[in-house]
């Protein structure tokens, strides 16, 4: 019974955060040929690039990468967290000596 309300409650989790990600994916109007987006905009674009990709398969507007960007910094900073945060997923994976 916890093992189930544990599994409900990750889910839970996981469904909210990405509703609250998808109002700051690439393409959303934030930044424009003014306002280009740059080193911060690049890692948070890197880090919600999984659910960017999901979203751009429905909506042709939304990009898995911004259009309007600074530049190499944007660029920099958006390989920085797809390699962290995708390389960090091997954290939470078991060893295949350590199953209990």
Same mark, same amino acid.
């Given at each position: 019974?916890?093992?189930?309300?544990?599994?409900?409650?990750?889910?839970?989790?996981? !469904?909210?955060?990405?509703?609250?990600?998808?109002? !700051?994916?690439?393409?959303?109007?934030?930044?424009?040929?003014?306002?280009?987006?740059? @080193?911060?905009?690049?890692?948070?674009?890197?880090?919600?690039?999984?659910?960017?990709?999901?979203?751009?398969?429905?909506?042709?507007?939304?990009?898995?990468?911004?259009?309007?960007?600074?530049?190499?910094?944007?660029?920099?900073? @958006?390989?920085?967290?797809?390699?962290?945060? @995708?390389?960090?997923?091997? @954290?939470?994976?078991?060893?295949?000596?350590?199953?209990?």
């Amino acid at each position: 019974m916890i093992v189930k309300l544990k599994y409900l409650m990750i889910a839970l989790i996981l !469904c909210l955060t990405m509703i609250v990600l998808t109002g !700051c994916v690439p393409g959303d109007g934030t930044n424009n040929a003014q306002n280009p987006a740059g @080193f911060l905009w690049g890692i948070w674009h890197g880090w919600v690039a999984p659910i960017s990709l999901i979203i751009g398969v429905f909506n042709e507007n939304i990009r898995l990468y911004e259009t309007y960007n600074s530049g190499w910094w944007y660029d920099l900073g @958006f390989y920085i967290a797809v390699i962290s945060g @995708f390389g960090g997923i091997s @954290f939470f994976r078991r060893k295949k000596g350590n199953r209990d």
